[in-house]
Structures are given as structure tokens and as C-alpha cells.
T-cell receptor
Framework: GESVGLHLPTLSVQEGDNSIINCAYS??????FIWYKQESGKGPQFIID?????DKRQGQRVTVLLNKTVKHLSLQIAATQPGDSAVYFC?????????FGTGTSLTVIP | DGGITQSPKYLFRKEGQNVTLSCEQN?????MYWYRQDPGQGLRLIYY???????QKGDIAEGYSVSREKKESFPLTVTSAQKNPTAFYLC?????????????FGEGSRLTVL
């Protein structure tokens, strides 16, 4: 299967600071790279995705960067809030196939 | 509101029993999926279905069965053959491929074997 990994299992940031969560992927043929947020006991919630032919995409308070040269994906959250505390995991997809990383637990310190 | 509904949210099963987890979507999505989530692990694919009356095994299909008789419904049966069924089960759906990378998830069903 595909390998999608994360650099750090946990991340703590001060409220108001920016957060950066990183992910490495292995399949250069993937169509999309996606970030999900999962709160405890709930289903994953889509945050943002980026097509494989793009380098950067911005959403509301979030930016995803894709570096295909080193097969690296990152999620930047601006002005992190307590409600951002959750597990974040990346995924890559091609057609109907989705491959998920194990997740980074983000804790926002008030 | 459009979305995916999973039920029950919590389920307890005795060893040797089969249980069925329900998944319904009103997003008009063609594809539906079942994933299993265990602590510290990424989501693992159990089964997926691209169209009605067709489904494919995922990476960990042993001990599970599915059906896709209607576009909206994709129930998962955890059989007694599944040796370690205690887990958090997630149903998902997606639009036709190539349009978006988004996979829509339900709120999950937590199965505990007593």
C-alpha cells in the first residue's frame, strides 16, 4: 500500500500563533492531497485539498503547500485558536483510492 | 442538510455475534467506503463501492461483509470471523473521481466486543 507519514505525532502551540503540520508522501501519481481534522470521538472533517499540479492553496485561515520535489505536504493554520485543537492527518488520493497518515495531535495552549 | 448518517454510534457485541453498522448518505455520491480506525494508526480501508450492486475489498476485508443495493446505503456487517473487531468504524462517500479530493465522513460507530 501507499505510505503517508507525518513528521511529528504531537504539536503544541500558543493561542494566536501560527501552526505548521507536516506530512511526507510516497506516491507521485496521486491526484489530490488532502488535510483532515478529527476531534475526539467524531468523524474526520475535510479542511482543504490541493491538486497535484498546484503548489499552494489557501482557504480560510489555512494554507496547504505541496512540494513535489521532496514529496512533502504541509498545513499552515494562521492565528491558531483553542477550537483548532484536534488530530490532523493528511491523505493522498488517486481515483477511488485514498491513503491516510496516522495524524498529528495539535494542542492549543490558551 | 446533506450528509452521511451512521448508526448506531455505540454498539456492544458478544463474541460470536454478527453485527451490522448502518451508513446512509443523501449527497448523491456514487462511491462509498468503510474504514476502520484504531488508536495510533491511519484509517484502513475495509470495503468500497463505486456503483450500486458492486463493491471491492480493501486492505482488511477479512471478517467483514457489505452490500450496496441502493445508492444511498452501504451497510457493513462485522462477522464472528473478525478476530479483533473492537474499533471505531467510519463510513465515507465521494463524488466522481477527478472533481475533488474530498471524502465526506460520517460521525463513526464505535464497536466494542465484550
Amino acid at each position: 500500500g501507499e505510505s503517508v507519514g507525518l513528521h511529528l505525532p504531537t504539536l503544541s502551540v500558543q493561542e494566536g500563533d501560527n501552526s505548521i503540520i507536516n506530512c511526507a508522501y510516497s506516491n507521485s501519481a496521486s491526484d489530490y492531497f488532502i488535510w483532515y481534522k478529527q476531534e475526539s470521538g467524531k468523524g474526520p472533517q475535510f479542511i482543504i485539498d490541493i491538486r497535484s499540479n498546484m503548489d499552494k492553496r489557501q482557504g480560510q485561515r489555512v494554507t496547504v503547500l505541496l512540494n513535489k520535489t521532496v514529496k512533502h505536504l504541509s498545513l499552515q493554520i494562521a492565528a491558531t485558536q483553542p477550537g483548532d485543537s484536534a488530530v490532523y492527518f493528511c491523505a493522498e488520493s488517486k481515483g477511488y483510492q485514498f491513503y491516510f497518515g496516522t495524524g498529528t495531535s495539535l494542542t492549543v495552549i490558551p | 442538510d446533506g450528509g452521511i448518517t451512521q448508526s448506531p454510534k455505540y454498539l456492544f457485541r458478544k463474541e460470536g455475534q454478527n453485527v451490522t453498522l448502518s451508513c446512509e448518505q443523501n449527497l448523491n455520491h456514487d462511491a462509498m467506503y468503510w474504514y476502520r480506525q484504531d488508536p495510533g494508526q491511519g484509517l484502513r480501508l475495509i470495503y468500497y463501492s463505486q456503483i450500486v450492486n458492486d463493491f471491492q475489498k480493501g486492505d482488511i476485508a477479512e471478517g467483514y461483509s457489505v452490500s450496496r443495493e441502493k445508492k444511498e446505503s452501504f451497510p457493513l456487517t462485522v462477522t464472528s470471523a473478525q478476530k479483533n473487531p473492537t474499533a471505531f468504524y467510519l463510513c465515507a462517500s465521494s463524488m466522481a473521481t477527478g472533481i475533488t479530493g474530498e471524502l465526506f465522513f460520517g460521525e463513526g460507530s464505535r464497536l466494542t466486543v465484550l
